[in-house]
C-alpha cells in the first residue's frame, strides 16, 4: 500500500538554529515529492518538489528538502530558522504517472514551532 | 487574482440532507481534487480529476460524489451526509504537467462541515 510517513508530530526548534521536518514513503515506482506548509485557517501553500535530478531541492522561503532514495526519504531542512517558520507541514508523494499529477498521498503533518 | 474558490466555507446541517461544496478555479487548470482534512490523519485525497469529465477516487471516496462539467468547476456532493463526514474539506487545482509546471497544487481556503 502506498503510505506517508512523517514520524513526528511536533518538531520544536529555537530561532536561528537548523531545522529538519522528517518525511519517508512507501510508494511503487520513481514517485514525485512534495512539500507543503499551512498556516492556521489557511490553506496549504507549496514550498518544493523533487521530481528528478539532484537530490537536494531548494523551494521558498529558504527551505530545502534532501531525497534519499535507499532511505525512501524525502526530509526538509532549514539553516536557519525564524519565528514566522512555525506551521503545520505536509510531505505529499504521487505515484509516477508519467509527468503528469494523479493521485496524492499526504503525511499526518508536523507541527513546527520556533521559539524566540 | 489568481484563485480557487469554494462555498460555502462554514456549514452545520443533519444528517440526510444533501449538500454540496463548489469550488471554482480561474487560472485554467486541468487537474482538480478535493480533500479532507481531519485531526491526526493529514489530508485524504476524495476524489480528482485529470480534465474535463475525466474523474478518479482517492483514498476516501464513499458518500460522496463528483462532477467535472467545465474546466473551472469541480462541485463535491454529499447525496446523504452522515456525522462522520464532519470534517475540513479543501479543494486544490494544478496545471498538472509536471515537466512543463512546478506540480504545484493552489489549495482553496477550505470549507468546514458539521453534519449533526
Known amino acids: 500500500a502506498q503510505s506517508v510517513a512523517q514520524p513526528e508530530d511536533q518538531v520544536n526548534v529555537a530561532e536561528g538554529n537548523p531545522l529538519t521536518v522528517k518525511c519517508t514513503y512507501s510508494?511503487?515506482?520513481?514517485?514525485?515529492l512534495f512539500w507543503y506548509v499551512q498556516y492556521p485557517n489557511r490553506g496549504l501553500q507549496f514550498l518544493l518538489k523533487?521530481?528528478?535530478?539532484?537530490?537536494l531541492v531548494k523551494g521558498s522561503y529558504g527551505f530545502e528538502a534532501e531525497f534519499n532514495k535507499s532511505q525512501t526519504s524525502f526530509h526538509l531542512k532549514k539553516p536557519s530558522a525564524l519565528v514566522s517558520d512555525s506551521a503545520l507541514y505536509f510531505c505529499?508523494?504521487?505515484?509516477?504517472?508519467?509527468?503528469?499529477?494523479?493521485?496524492?498521498?499526504f503525511g499526518r503533518g508536523t507541527q513546527l514551532t520556533v521559539w524566540p | 487574482e489568481a484563485q480557487v474558490t469554494q462555498n460555502p466555507r462554514y456549514l452545520i446541517t443533519v444528517t440526510g440532507k444533501k449538500l454540496t461544496v463548489t469550488c471554482s478555479q480561474n487560472m485554467n487548470h486541468e487537474y482538480m481534487s478535493w480533500y479532507r482534512q481531519d485531526p491526526g490523519l493529514g489530508l485524504r485525497q476524495i476524489y480528482y480529476s485529470m480534465n474535463v469529465e475525466v474523474t478518479d477516487k482517492g483514498d476516501v471516496p464513499e458518500g460522496y460524489k463528483v462532477s467535472r462539467k467545465e474546466k473551472r468547476n469541480f462541485p463535491l456532493i454529499l447525496e446523504s451526509p452522515s456525522p462522520n463526514q464532519t470534517s475540513l474539506y479543501f479543494c486544490?487545482?494544478?496545471?498538472?504537467?509536471?515537466?512543463?509546471?512546478?506540480?504545484?497544487?493552489?489549495f482553496g481556503e477550505g470549507s468546514r462541515l458539521t453534519v449533526l
Open positions: 486544490a487545482s494544478s496545471p498538472r504537467d509536471l515537466e512543463v509546471d512546478t506540480g504545484e497544487l493552489f
Open positions: 523533487y521530481i528528478t535530478g539532484d537530490n
Open positions: 505529499a508523494v504521487s505515484p509516477d504517472r508519467g509527468s503528469t499529477l494523479g493521485r496524492l498521498y
Open positions: 510508494v511503487s515506482g520513481n514517485p514525485y
